[in-house]
């Protein structure tokens, strides 16, 4: 998509629903971001948000009508579609959404996503048990084979008082998504990838389990980076705190055993995996099925007998057809050498490292320095945020990638 002469246009569709009234901060979030944004709104949004507060804070005419005289003479509904880099639908409801799936143009904003060719996101808002339900589950499905990004939904408290998956992502989230996904070379695309993030626990009994600090924030920014490089991205993840990435597949697990099948299960349908979770080493020998009590042990000395866990990654290598696989390695000291060992022993195609001895990098922080070492180099990326690392090492990885198939 060629924006380098012009902002961002946007076509900012408002569906029925009472997320509607956080429209006006989604269209301040997208000009600050140097998009210019025109709302169109069905005849239901207009009863949760007013067209005036839109054209004020837009300063373009918000259109309403499919049979608008006046809008049809100044810039037809055709006109519009081929005038628009994006269409970015937040609220979408369960009806807009049934209506985009079944290829229906019953107003101007479903008119316009059948007459443009720009991208189209949706942001869904609903009740948790309306996103749930089987026909929505269809009609997701059928929009995303039919290329549509799907960003959110978020769990949380909604406007019905219950709490579930089906409230809008808040404006700054939808607004970075939607520039990301624009701005973005679309590197990855039609690639599927792999990514593991967090940590998995391993459990000595109903209540304890071993650990690590892993918060998953690196595996998850690389999984929307990847996304954003146009991939088809689906995440294992550990027990994390953290919201899927906008449109992301999130598979959740918990033990080193549920990621290593969740993964061997889908290694041979992706074209590249990418191992970022930090997988607990050992596990407990035994599992007890009732919480041990300090009265069933001999001493105060407690002991514990371990048993290693599968590699993971390793596991890759053979898999056929096999897939480009990329590790990490968090170290406390030697980083490099250790992770040239690393991927040489693992027969990585490449491997990332970073120190985690350093407090203000890695495990629970924002920011992450990191080497990726392959074959051919190695490429330091200094500290930044780790968002900011992922989109730097998709970029890498996928240069890597691009140069194996072609070899």
């Not at 076509?11 to 429209?23: D, E, M, P, T, V």
């Not at 041979?268 to 995996?273: K, L, P, V």
């Not at 009265?295 to 007998?305: G, K, Y």
Request: proline share 5%; aromatic share 4%; with cysteine.
């Amino acid at each position: 998509m060629d924006t380098d002469n012009h902002a961002l246009r946007i076509l900012l569709g408002i569906s029925g629903g009472i997320a509607a009234y956080k429209a006006p901060a989604l269209v301040r979030h997208l000009l600050v971001r140097n998009a210019e944004v025109v709302p169109v709104l069905t005849p239901n949004a207009v009863r949760f948000v007013s067209p005036t507060a839109l054209q004020a804070v837009a300063g373009q005419r918000p259109r309403t009508d499919l049979w608008d005289d006046d809008a049809e003479a100044a810039m037809g509904h055709i006109e519009l579609a081929r005038w628009a880099d994006a269409v970015v639908i937040a609220p979408a409801t369960a009806n807009l959404m049934a209506r985009l799936a079944a290829g229906m143009a019953d107003d101007l904003l479903t008119t316009l996503c059948l007459a443009t060719t720009a991208p189209i996101f949706v942001a869904p808002a609903m009740n948790a048990r309306m996103w749930e339900h089987a026909a929505t589950q269809r009609n997701l499905h059928r929009l995303r084979a039919d290329g549509v990004t799907v960003l959110g939904p978020a769990d949380g408290e909604q406007a019905c008082g219950e709490f579930g998956p089906g409230r809008m992502l808040e404006p700054e989230e939808i607004a970075d998504a939607v520039i990301a996904r624009l701005a973005t070379p679309r590197s990855l695309a039609g690639v599927r990838v792999l990514v593991t993030a967090g940590p998995t626990r391993e459990f000595l009994d109903p209540v304890r389990f071993i650990s690590n600090r892993s918060s998953g924030r690196q595996g998850f920014a690389f999984a929307q980076a990847a996304h954003h490089a146009g991939a088809e991205v689906t995440l294992v993840s550990g027990p994390v705190h953290l919201s899927t990435p906008a449109g992301v597949d999130r598979v959740d697990v918990v033990s080193a055993q549920q990621m290593k099948d969740a993964v061997i299960g889908r290694a041979a349908e992706s074209d590249i995996f990418v191992s970022v979770a930090a997988v607990a080493d050992y596990r407990p020998h035994q599992f007890h099925e009732q919480k041990l009590k300090k009265s069933q042990q001999p001493s105060d000395e407690f002991r514990m007998a371990l048993k290693e866990n599968e590699d993971i990654v390793g596991s890759i290598a053979d898999v056929v057809p096999r897939p480009f696989v990329v590790g990490f390695a968090a170290e406390t000291e030697n980083a490099l050498d250790y992770a040239r060992q690393k991927r040489e022993r693992k027969r990585l195609d490449a491997i990332v490292v970073n120190d985690v001895s350093d407090p203000e990098i890695g495990f629970d922080s924002v920011d992450n320095a990191v080497t990726l070492i392959h074959a051919g180099g190695e490429v330091a990326l200094g500290k930044m945020a780790k968002r900011a690392i992922a989109q730097r090492l998709v970029s890498e990885i996928a240069t890597l990638y691009a140069a194996r198939a072609d070899g």
